[in-house]
C-alpha cells in the first residue's frame, strides 16, 4: 500500500525535499517512511547525534553528506542552520529528490528542517516533514511521565530567561537546552555555573530550592542505557548538564479545583437531567 506521504518510485526532473527523522537510538527507531525516504533519495543531508550514526546511515545509501562540519565555536548556530537551509534547497532546485534526515524528530527544536521546508514550498517544490521518536518520547518512556497526568510545559531554557513566561508549577516542566543555557551568542557550545545560577534564580520564584530537578540522557547507541540523576534545584549550578541532557521538574504544588466552572458544570448538568 502507499500513502500520499510515501515517496515517489519513479523519479521526475523536479526536485523534492523530505525532511525524516531518525529516532534517538540507532537502528532501532528509523519508521518504514523515514527508511522509505532514505532510500528513494538522490541525496541525503545528515545531521545526527553521533558519528557512528552517521556511519550506519551511510550503509542505507551511498551519497550522505555531513551538516556537522557547519559548526564551529564562535560561530552562531543561526548562520549554520542558514548554510544547512542553502545547501537543501540549491539540491532542490537541481532537480534532485532531497532527504534531510535529522537525529530525534525533525521538527522539535529544530530550526532547518522548517525554515527549508517552508522555502521550497513557497518556490513550488514539494516539500514533506517525516516525524521521528524525539528525546522528549522517550523521557516519558524512560522517567514513566505522562504528560496528561499534571500536563507539561516545555521550554527552551534561554528563553525562559530572556522573556517573561508563566510558569504553572502544578504540571511538568521540561527545559531542553540547559547546557547552552543564557547563551545570547548563540556561538557557544557550553555554558558554565554561573549561567545555570541564573536559571535556578528565575526557576526558584516558583519551585523551592529543594525542589527535585531530574536530568535526562536517553540512549543514542543501543549498548548504552538512559541516564537519569536527580538533584535539588540549589545543585543544578554545580551540576554539569551537557547538550545531549533534558531537564526535568516534577510537579511542585497540587492542582487547585476551579470552583467556579465547576459549580457552572453541576448547573449544565442538573439542566441536561431536567
Ligand atoms: C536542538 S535540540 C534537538 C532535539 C531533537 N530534534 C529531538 O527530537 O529530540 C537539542 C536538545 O535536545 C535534547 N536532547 C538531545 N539529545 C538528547 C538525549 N540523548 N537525551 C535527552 N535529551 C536530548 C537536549 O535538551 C538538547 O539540548
Redesign the pocket.
Known amino acids: 500500500m502507499t500513502t500520499s506521504s510515501e515517496p515517489s518510485a519513479h523519479p521526475t526532473a523536479r526536485g523534492s525535499l523530505a525532511c525524516v527523522g531518525m529516532g ?1 537510538t540507532l537502528g532501532s527507531h528509523l519508521t518504514p517512511l523515514a527508511r522509505s525516504h532514505i532510500e528513494h533519495a538522490d541525496v541525503i543531508f545528515a545531521a545526527l ?1 553521533d558519528g557512528v550514526v552517521e556511519m550506519w546511515l551511510r550503509r542505507l545509501h551511498p551519497d550522505v553528506r555531513s551538516l556537522q562540519p557547519y559548526y564551529a565555536e564562535g560561530k552562531s548556530r543561526m548562520k549554520t542552520y542558514r548554510q544547512w537551509v542553502d545547501l537543501m534547497i540549491t539540491e532542490v532546485r537541481a532537480g534532485k529528490r532531497v532527504c534531510a534526515v ?4 525533525p521538527g ?3 530550526w532547518s528542517p522548517h525554515k527549508v521546508i517552508e522555502v521550497a514550498r513557497a518556490e513550488g517544490f514539494e516539500a514533506h516533514m517525516e516525524p521521528g521518536i ?3 518520547d ?2 516519558y518512556a524512560d522517567l514513566g511521565i505522562d504528560p496528561g497526568r499534571f500536563g507539561c510545559q516545555h521550554f527552551e531554557a534561554s528563553q525562559l530567561l530572556l522573556y517573561e513566561r508563566r510558569i504553572d508549577s502544578t504540571g511538568y516542566l521540561v527545559l ?2 540547559v ?1 547552552i543555557v543564557g547563551d545570547r551568542s548563540l556561538a557557544r557550545l557550553h555554558t558554565g555555573p554561573e549561567y545555570r545560577q541564573v536559571l535556578v534564580d528565575v526557576l526558584s520564584r516558583d519551585y523551592s530550592l529543594d525542589h527535585e530537578v531530574i536530568i ?3 540512549v ?1 547507541l543501543p549498548i548504552d542505557k538512559p541516564r537519569v540523576r536527580r538533584v535539588a534545584l540549589r545543585d543544578l549550578p554545580g551540576t554539569e548538564v551537557t ?4 531537564v526535568v521538574l516534577p510537579p511542585a504544588m497540587p492542582l487547585k479545583p476551579n470552583l467556579i466552572v465547576r459549580e457552572r458544570l453541576d448547573e449544565l448538568d442538573k439542566a441536561s437531567v431536567a
Open positions: 534517538m547525534s535529522f537525529y530525534g524528530h522539535i527544536f529544530a524525539s528525546a522528549e522517550c523521557l531542553w537546552q547546557g535526562y540522557r536517553g543514542t547538550t545531549q541532557e533534558t
